[in-house]
C-alpha cells in the first residue's frame, strides 16, 4: 500500500487509523478493497507530523476533530499545546534565574543546621500556613522531630524552599512548582540542574519546530477537506 509505504508504517496501522478516526473513511471498491486517495494522505502525513509536537492522545483528538469536521476543536487542541510550550518556556527562564540566585548565594547564605517552621517562614517572608500548604503540594518534603514531631527543614529542604518562593513570586502555580523542585532534587541540587538546563532548552525548541511543521501539515489536510 502506498499510503503505508511513504511513511515506513505497516498496512494494518493505516486500517488502525482509519478505524480510530485519524484519517478519512476510505471508499471500498465492487471488491471490497480499501481506495486511499489524496485526502487520506494529506490526513497521514498531517497526524504523523502531529505526534511529535503534541503526542500521541492530542495528535489524536486533533485529527479526529479534523475529519469530522469539528475544526474549532483541532484548533483549540493546537492552541493548547501552544500555550504549554510557552508555559515550559516560561518556567525554563524562571528556573534559570533562580537557579542562579540560589547557587550564588548558597555559599554565604545557606543554613548550616535544621530550620524549623517559624525560623524558616520568617526567612522568607511567608507565614507557617504557606509552607504547609507547599507541603502538601508536594514542593517541601520536611522531616520530623523524633521526639517532638515538630517539622523540620534542613539545608537542602531551605534550598528548595527559595527556590518555590522565587518560583511563586513568578506567578507560577503550585503543581508546575513541585515539578521543578523533584527537577532539582533529581539533579541533586542547583548546580547539576544548571548544567542541563541547554538540554532542556533543546528540546524545547525541537517541540517548537515539530509544531511549525506539523501546522504546515494539518494546514495542507484542512485544504485538502475543504470547507
Known amino acids: 500500500m502506498d499510503l503505508a509505504r511513504e511513511h515506513g508504517i505497516s498496512t494494518q496501522a493505516v486500517r488502525n487509523y482509519e478505524r480510530d478516526g485519524l484519517i478519512p473513511t476510505a471508499r471500498r471498491t465492487s471488491s471490497g478493497y480499501r481506495a486511499y486517495t489524496d485526502l487520506h494522505l494529506a490526513a497521514l502525513r498531517a497526524y504523523l507530523a502531529l505526534v511529535p509536537a503534541h503526542g500521541y492522545a492530542v495528535s489524536a483528538e486533533i485529527m479526529r476533530a479534523a475529519t469530522r469536521g469539528d475544526l474549532d476543536a483541532a484548533l483549540r487542541a493546537v492552541d493548547h499545546g501552544h500555550a504549554l510550550l510557552l508555559r515550559d518556556r516560561e518556567t525554563l527562564d524562571a528556573v534559570e534565574a533562580a537557579v542562579g540566585v540560589l547557587t550564588e548565594a548558597s555559599a554565604r547564605a545557606r543554613p548550616d543546621r535544621s530550620m524549623t517552621v517559624g525560623a524558616l517562614a520568617h526567612r522568607l517572608g511567608v507565614t507557617p500556613a504557606t509552607l504547609r500548604k507547599w507541603e502538601r503540594a508536594g514542593i517541601l518534603t ?79 489536510y484542512l485544504d485538502a477537506a475543504g470547507p
Open 142 to 220: 520536611p522531616t520530623r522531630d523524633g521526639a517532638t514531631r515538630h517539622r523540620l527543614y534542613l539545608p537542602d529542604d531551605v534550598r528548595d524552599a527559595e527556590l518555590a518562593h522565587l518560583l511563586r513570586r513568578g506567578g507560577y502555580p503550585l503543581e508546575h512548582i513541585a515539578t521543578v523542585l523533584r527537577q532539582v532534587r533529581a539533579a541533586d541540587g542547583p548546580g547539576p540542574l544548571a548544567a542541563s538546563l541547554d538540554g532542556w532548552r533543546r528540546r524545547l525548541a525541537a517541540r517548537g519546530r515539530a509544531m511549525l511543521v506539523a501546522a504546515g501539515r494539518l494546514a495542507d
